[in-house]
């Protein structure tokens, strides 16, 4: 069965440092990687996502995702973040033979100091 | 373009009361259709999907049910509220295509009393 873990439930930064949130997945075969941005009371927003090919990818708002099959891993990253980038993101596993249902990691909530 | 709605946005009820909350998409024909749960400082537990009218998955046991009686419409119920779904609803949809991602709306408040 596919399983995501974030292992950090919650980072602090200052603003205009650089950000890496973690994300590490458990799947047989290749996965299909996503990341998404909660910001409080509201619904989900996609910022990337990974298929296959390229194993860096851009997403929205400037952050960008590595995937590294060799630790099974999917981190998250931003050069320097903003006061408006705090929020909760999660990352979330599909799977071809699993349909379009995802697992989703607990989240990791982000806190950005002035 | 696709959009996405759900209501209410909030909603307070005593245990025992039932419950129904909505979800609507626009914009597209046949897409698969999902009720995740959120509750506080935890992730999401996918609760229902759906790939039609009339056909719905449940992913965990409780005393919930949906149900999608047209192809746009998905519909969490419950007969008896318990304290325990109380938690943030989300509804989302995806296009029925692997590979591709899932669209979430703006999810309803529930706070059981």
């Known amino acids: 069965a596919q399983s995501v873990t974030q292992p950090d439930i919650h980072i602090t930064v200052s603003e205009g440092a650089s950000l890496e949130l973690r994300c590490n997945y458990s799947?047989?075969?290749?996965?299909?990687l996503f990341w998404y941005v909660q910001s409080p009371g509201q619904g989900l927003q996609l910022l990337l996502k990974?298929?296959?090919?390229?194993?860096l990818v851009q997403g929205i708002k400037g952050f960008e995702a590595e995937f590294k099959r060799s630790q099974s891993s999917f981190n998250l990253r931003k050069p320097s973040v903003h006061w408006s980038d705090a929020a909760e993101y999660f990352c979330?596993?599909?799977?071809?033979?699993?349909?379009?249902?995802?697992?989703f990691g607990p989240g990791t909530r982000l806190s950005v100091l002035p | 373009s696709q959009t996405i709605h759900q209501w209410p946005a909030t909603l307070v009820q005593p245990v025992g009361s039932p419950l129904s909350l909505e979800c609507t998409v626009e914009?597209?024909?046949?897409?698969?259709l999902y009720w995740y749960r959120q509750a506080a400082g935890r992730g999401l537990q996918l609760l229902f999907y759906?790939?039609?009218?009339?056909?719905i998955s449940s992913e965990v046991p409780q005393n919930l049910s949906a149900s999608r009686p047209q192809d746009r419409q998905f519909i969490l119920s419950s007969k008896k509220l318990l304290l325990s779904d109380s938690g943030f609803y989300l509804c989302?949809?995806?296009?029925?295509?692997?590979?591709?991602?899932?669209?979430f709306g703006p999810g309803t408040r529930l706070t059981v009393l």
């Open positions: 989302a949809w995806g296009s029925g295509r692997a590979l591709n991602e899932q669209f």
């Open positions: 979330a596993v599909g799977a071809v033979n699993y349909g379009q249902n995802f697992v």
């Open positions: 759906s790939v039609g009218i009339g056909q």
């Open positions: 990974y298929f296959s090919g390229d194993t």
């Open positions: 914009g597209t024909s046949n897409p698969n």
């Open positions: 799947y047989g075969a290749t996965p299909y």
